[in-house]
């Protein structure tokens, strides 16, 4: 008996669902008799799906935390941006000799040392004189919303009134809502103010004025504005744009960086200690990608971020290169060996510790869950390739006190041995691919597949596939392309995935980068990106809902998947619990293909399944004027047998979910 007559026999038995009826029987017989293009070993697992494999990597590019996920909506609040001029503020003056300039001799702390000074020799009712901040690309908006405003400011001798704080159009013509702080000191003091607007168009046109209606000198510092947030928190980050994170179902954040972790200078990476804290507290700095970030997401909260979603927490420490400064293995390396250690007590340790205590003492007791730690980022840059050394100091005290912890290097897969990490062997290894299509689609069918099963373990921390070869992410050009990516970029993106998820034995996390995009105009450094947004709206990219239809659809056992004869790529795994077979399909090409499906060491199949398909011409692409434009579509699909055709459409991504027992 052929494993096939065999199933038929199993089917005949089988419940109404998976019965099948005489034509059923024809068909079968006939699909038996020629070969499969796809064909599914469901009977024999030949491994486990990583629990891990889809996750989020983030960093501050692209505007992706200030003028993006943190929530806040004034731009340059602490005044730091640029020591020489108030950049993104302005005087609101209507004929008054009022100035507004840039104080370092009214400091509010030492963290924050530079204040706005507002000299309003003349002000009254009907003239008031503030000072203006444009947002991050416009103040955002919304009707009957709550928005905390808040503010330190301090007034020379004489002063007598308090500050107006409202949101209003940018001509200061229609107030969309206001408030008034009383009592303004000649000492500093934060002030708060809750602006509740009312029925209105939303909009991004607007600005957040702070005004006196009586003459007078006040310096202002850390001028906030804040719309609801996530989980109501007041630091806290843009309710859409977590959402969106959500619906990926994340099993991993991979932070604070990319090039954001090793900055241009030792001065300029993440500094871990200078990011936690009351805001009031954090300086900021400037990032690699050409503007300063507020560190208002710092690591409490991408430690909050990743309890939020329920994922794992993959903590990159600095390791010693930056991008215009390196260090050396040795002494000179030990303090931020140190560094990271004390970084990890402070995610992990016990409140009896000191850097527990400060957790405690920063609003979380409870320590946080760590398995994964990574060491540096992209050291191949490092042209002394002092990485080696570098990787193994960090290694061997991490491993010291830390046993149990998985660390990562990182490594570009095409450089010689010598610039990999020998003297160690690391958990895993961090991949970043950023191809173009065509090439993605080279590599797919073959990818992963020969590496070493007893070498470490592999994580592609960075992948994106770009539509055209010639403009790479950071290339000028890109600046005339969207900053997300269309369909045929999306094709490229679904064929890596096979890759991944066909190996996921071995490639046990993946994912996207970047993965935010401040859409306008000058907000960002790097395309394409996963998800996109101005201050108000967002929309998923093509290869957003693409993650999406992989992520979401994910078995715990790993099938074989044999192709033949055919250019669609695809990969299985099978649901344990349900029995349900997962099946992937990419068909880059211009026509539909036509499959011959077959489903081997399965009692029966279920003669219904769904599909979830994205098809789209490759040129079409989403924004957010048309956020769902190339969107994925259900259905049933009948009449499935251990062996059935199925067409994927030109242009098209299919996930196919087949029940199986
Ligand atoms: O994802 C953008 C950048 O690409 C990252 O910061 C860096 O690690 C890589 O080169």
């Known amino acids: 008996m052929t494993p096939f007559t065999g199933i038929l026999t199993s089917l005949l038995l089988a419940s109404t669902l998976y019965a099948a009826d005489s034509a059923d029987l024809a068909l079968r017989t006939q699909a038996t008799n020629s070969e499969p293009a796809i064909l599914i070993e469901a009977g024999k697992p030949i491994g486990k799906v990583s629990p891990l494999l889809y996750g989020l990597m983030t960093e501050e590019i692209n505007h992706c935390y200030d003028g993006g996920l943190y929530a806040e909506l004034v731009q ?25 300039q840039l104080d370092d001799k009214q400091p509010l702390n030492s963290a924050l040392p530079m204040s706005l000074r507002l000299n309003a020799p003349e002000a009254e009712e009907t003239h008031p004189v503030g000072i203006a901040n ?12 709550r928005y905390r405003a808040s503010f330190y400011a301090k007034a020379a001798p004489g002063f007598t009134g308090g500050i107006t704080v409202s949101i209003q159009s940018p001509d200061g013509a229609t107030v969309y809502a206001q408030g008034k702080a009383e009592g303004i000191s000649q000492e500093w003091k934060q002030y708060e103010v809750v602006l509740q607007t009312g029925k209105l168009n939303p909009t991004t046109k607007a600005r957040y004025v702070l005004s006196i209606q009586k003459p007078g000198t006040i310096w202002f510092s850390l001028v906030s504005l804040f719309p609801p947030t996530w989980k109501d928190r007041p630091n806290g980050f843009r309710k859409d744009l977590i959402q969106m994170m959500l619906d990926l179902k994340p099993r991993f954040l991979r932070f604070p960086g990319g090039n954001y972790l090793e900055g241009d200078t030792v001065k300029n990476r993440f500094d ?33 971020w990743c309890q939020d ?10 390791a010693g290169f930056s991008f215009k400064e390196q260090l050396k293995a040795g002494p000179e390396l030990e303090p931020f060996v140190q560094e990271a250690l004390e970084e990890i007590e402070y995610v ?52 010291a006190k830390y046993p149990d912890l998985n660390c990562i290097s990182s490594v570009n897969p095409i450089d010689p041995p010598q610039k990999w990490v020998r003297s160690r062997k690391p958990d895993l290894l961090d991949e970043h691919l950023y191809h173009s299509t065509e090439e993605f689609l080279g590599i797919a069918s073959s990818n992963y597949d020969k590496y070493d099963r007893k070498g470490p373990k592999i994580f592609v921390g960075e992948w994106a596939s770009r539509e055209d070869k010639k403009i790479r992410p950071m290339n000028k050009a890109m600046l005339t392309q969207a900053a997300t990516g269309s369909m045929k970029a999306t094709l490229g993106d679904a064929a890596f995935m096979t890759a991944m998820e066909r190996n996921s034995d071995l490639v046990l996390m993946q994912c996207y980068a970047p993965l935010f995009v401040n859409v306008n105009e000058g907000a960002w450094q790097w395309r394409p990106n996963l998800i996109g947004y101005d201050a108000l709206h967002c929309y998923g990219s093509p290869s957003y809902y693409a993650f999406k239809m992989f992520s979401t659809n994910l078995g715990d056992q790993l099938l074989r998947v044999v192709s ?58 989403n924004t957010l004027e048309q956020p769902m434009k190339v969107a994925p579509k259900n259905s049933v699909v009948k009449g499935i047998r251990n062996s059935f055709s199925y067409e994927v459409p030109a242009n098209g991504i299919v996930v196919l979910r087949l029940k199986t027992r």
């Not at 340059?76 to 507004?100: C, E, F, K, Q, Y």
């Not at 979603?309 to 600095?318: C, G, K, N, R």
């Open 76 to 100: 340059n609040r602490a005044l730091l941006d640029d020591p020489t001029t108030p950049v993104h503020w302005s005087m609101v003056a209507s004929g008054s000799s009022a100035s507004i």
């Open 134 to 145: 444009e947002g991050y690309w416009g103040i955002p908006i919304k009707a009957d919303t």
């Open 564 to 621: 033949k004869d055919t250019s669609v790529l695809a990969c299985a795994t099978r649901d344990s619990k349900t029995g349900e077979v997962l099946l992937k399909l990419v068909n880059a090409q211009s026509t539909p293909q036509a499959l011959k499906i077959q489903i081997n060491g399965v009692t029966a199949v279920g003669s219904q399944g769904t599909a979830t398909i994205l098809s789209a011409s490759p040129e079409e692409t």
């Open 348 to 399: 992990t340790g016990p409140v009896s510790s000191k850097w527990g205590a400060q957790r405690a003492k920063d609003g979380h007791p409870e320590p946080f869950k760590l398995h994964y730690v990574e060491i540096g980022n992209e050291d191949f840059f490092d042209k002394a390739n002092t990485y080696d050394a570098r990787f193994t100091q960090f290694y061997d005290a991490i491993k």
């Open 272 to 304: 871990w200690k200078k990011t936690v804290g009351p805001i009031s507290e954090r300086t900021g700095h400037m990032g690699p990608w050409r503007y300063r970030s507020t560190d208002g997401i710092g690591l409490m909260e991408f430690l909050t």
């Open 309 to 318: 979603m329920q994922a794992e927490p993959i903590l990159a420490v600095y």
